[in-house]
């Protein structure tokens, strides 16, 4: 039996009116009539008179009206008392500090929005440090670049694109045909040892037995971009951290020749059990 048209009856019961029912629900005079005609079908019975625009309740309307107010309460209790247990009082969200900082103000809006009464926390960390606090049950929820857990569900929040990026007034900026061997010459930053993106990046150079000239290595993005923006070196790094430099002609991507795809996937991670929290129906729409 649908809700919403046992609320619709119980509005033109109350009110005694298909239009003053529609303007309490929010609906057009028509959607309303739809409503009440599909709950008449439903119990193969007639609810109202209509005599014109007068309007009264049949014998089995009257039988059915303090049964459907019941069903409606009933309803309605029950929906705030699952959102009251799916739902705590505060949210506690770790991630990467690249992501919380570039990522999460694009995600933050339609949390709160959603969910204003609920306090939200943010925690940063490497992403292995946070899918262990997932695991452990220190967070409620990781954002992170893709990690694998027998204990974790994930949602692919985007592919990120890694590229390389250099400071302004390079001499990458001047050249047609920047190649893995020229790059190889360049003062490399190089960050999150073990990584994903590292992995990927060493992979690159490993694979075409080239030895690159790793000058400095740093533990997260922002630290390997600050530098970069010092002209301390060029680095590979995920669009999405540099995303305002290029933007403010900070910093610059160089296209290799032969071009070279790279992606790391971020993801949206939370423990195994949680899949009824009303705030991962939330993600799931939002992100899939």
């Known amino acids: 039996m649908n809700i919403d048209n046992i609320e619709a009856f119980i509005y033109v019961c109350q009110l005694g009116s298909f239009n003053k029912a529609a303007d ?3 609906l057009t005079q028509p959607s309303v ?25 049949t014998d089995k309307g009257e039988y059915f009206f303090p049964h459907a107010q019941k069903i409606l309460q009933s309803y309605q209790e029950a929906k705030y008392g699952l959102q009251q247990v799916l739902m705590p009082n505060e949210i ?3 991630c990467a500090l690249s992501i919380s900082n570039h990522v999460l103000p694009t995600i933050l809006p339609d949390i709160r929005s959603e969910f204003n009464n609920v306090r939200i926390k943010i925690v940063t960390g490497h992403s292995k440090d946070v ?19 027998p204990q974790v569900e994930s949602i692919l929040l985007y592919e990120d694109p890694i590229h390389l990026f250099v400071p302004p007034d390079h001499l990458f900026l001047k050249q047609e045909k920047v190649t893995l061997e020229k790059i190889a010459q360049q003062p490399l930053i190089f960050f999150d040892y ?9 992979r690159l150079f490993s694979s075409s037995k080239i030895t690159p000239n790793i000058s400095l290595q740093v533990d997260n993005m922002e630290t390997a971009k600050n530098l970069l923006m010092e002209g301390m070196g060029i680095s590979f790094l995920p669009e999405h951290c540099v995303k305002k430099e290029l933007e403010n002609g ?5 296209d290799m020749n032969p071009p070279i795809k790279m992606n790391i996937s971020i993801d949206f991670i939370y423990l195994k059990g949680r899949s009824k929290s009303v705030f991962i129906d939330l993600m799931k729409d939002k992100l899939q």
Not at 38 to 44: A, D, I, K, Q, Y
Not at 131 to 149: A, C, M, P, Q, Y
Not at 194 to 202: A, C, E, K, P, V
């Open 131 to 149: 899918l262990n606090k997932v695991v452990n049950k220190e967070v409620d929820f990781g954002i992170i670049r893709s990690e694998t857990h």
């Open 92 to 94: 506690s969200i770790g």
């Open 194 to 202: 073990g990584s994903m993106d590292w992995l990927y990046i060493h």
């Open 250 to 254: 900070q910093l610059f991507r160089v």
């Open 33 to 57: 009539t739809a409503r009440i005609q599909s709950l008449e079908r439903e119990m193969n019975l007639k609810l109202f008179h209509r005599k014109g625009k007068k309007i009264s309740l």
């Open 24 to 26: 309490a629900l929010f």
